[in-house]
Nanobody, 122 residues
Framework: QMTLAESGGRLVQAGDSLNLSCAASGRIFNSHVMAWFRQAPGKEREFVAAIRWGTGAQYYADSVKGRFTISRDKAENTVTLQMKSLKPEDAALYSC???????????????WGQGTQVTVSS
């Protein structure tokens, strides 16, 4: 079983850009899907973006489409979330996860990182 570790979260101002990274302790296979979720205090965990490891196909929530970009480095077993034009409603704990097929529901993913906090000032 692999371990995921996120990094890059910090306090930013509305309109700023920020990159988050997720490093896996072992190999990610072509059949896997890597995804980013986020959760604000008192709210449900919500889907942000996902990428198919083998093909690189990308999927995004409507709320972040056009502002966020997900990418992967297969040699380093890392996934990155590039965020632009950040809004106060983007503030949350961002977690990466590994699943066996593409889905937007958290219960479909079996390996999770601890998360990295993104705070957006208004």
């Amino acid at each position: 079983q692999m371990t995921l570790a996120e990094s890059g979260g910090r306090l930013v101002q509305a309109g700023d850009s920020l990159n988050l990274s997720c490093a896996a302790s072992g190999r990610i296979f072509n059949s896997h899907v890597m995804a980013w979720f986020r959760q604000a205090p008192g709210k449900e965990r919500e889907f942000v973006a996902a990428i198919r490891w083998g093909t690189g196909a990308q999927y995004y929530a409507d709320s972040v489409k056009g502002r966020f970009t997900i990418s992967r480095d297969k040699a380093e077993n890392t996934v990155t979330l590039q965020m632009k034009s950040l809004k106060p409603e983007d503030a949350a704990l961002y977690s990466c996860a590994r699943g066996n097929s593409y889905d937007t529901t958290p219960s479909s993913y079996y390996i999770w990182g601890q998360g990295t906090q993104v705070t957006v000032s208004s």
